[in-house]
């Protein structure tokens, strides 16, 4: 194993990183340890270990709608039930796993 002696400076959102450091300090990871593993993993994939584009789709945020926004989607989800436009739980895992690689 090479020693590591290699130094980076990088310049990020203060939120982010307390953010993010929270979750790795539950999971015993140091922020070094982190940095490290995505760094093998770019290496690994020839490039970014996940996608990088825009959404076509943003999900809907519940806890930004009034009342009347809120039934309004409500009753649309209501009518694709009524349509038919459904899928089992088992179709919407497995869609999940293939567009999350999980």
Same mark, same amino acid.
């Given at each position: 194993? &090479?020693a /590591?002696?290699?130094?980076?400076? &990088?310049?990020i959102?203060? +939120?982010?990183?307390?953010? &993010?450091? *929270?979750?790795?300090? !539950?999971?015993?990871?140091? =922020?070094?340890?982190?940095?490290?593993?995505?760094?093998k993993?770019?290496?690994? $994939?020839?490039?970014?270990?996940? *996608?990088? /584009?825009?959404?076509t &789709?943003?999900?809907? +945020?519940?806890?930004?709608? $009034?009342? *009347? !926004?809120?039934?309004?989607?409500?009753? /649309?989800?209501? =009518?694709?039930m009524? =349509?038919?436009? !459904? /899928?089992? =739980?088992?179709?919407?895992?497995? +869609?999940?796993?293939? +567009?999350?690689?999980?």
């Amino acid at each position: 194993m &090479a020693a /590591k002696s290699a130094n980076l400076y &990088a310049r990020i959102e203060p +939120d982010v990183k307390e953010q &993010a450091e *929270e979750i790795l300090a !539950t999971l015993g990871i140091p =922020a070094s340890n982190a940095i490290n593993m995505f760094y093998k993993q770019i290496i690994l $994939n020839r490039g970014l270990p996940f *996608e990088v /584009k825009i959404p076509t &789709a943003r999900p809907v +945020d519940i806890s930004r709608m $009034n009342a *009347e !926004t809120l039934d309004m989607e409500l009753e /649309k989800g209501y =009518a694709d039930m009524q =349509a038919g436009h !459904t /899928k089992s =739980a088992t179709q919407v895992f497995a +869609d999940i796993r293939r +567009d999350y690689n999980v």
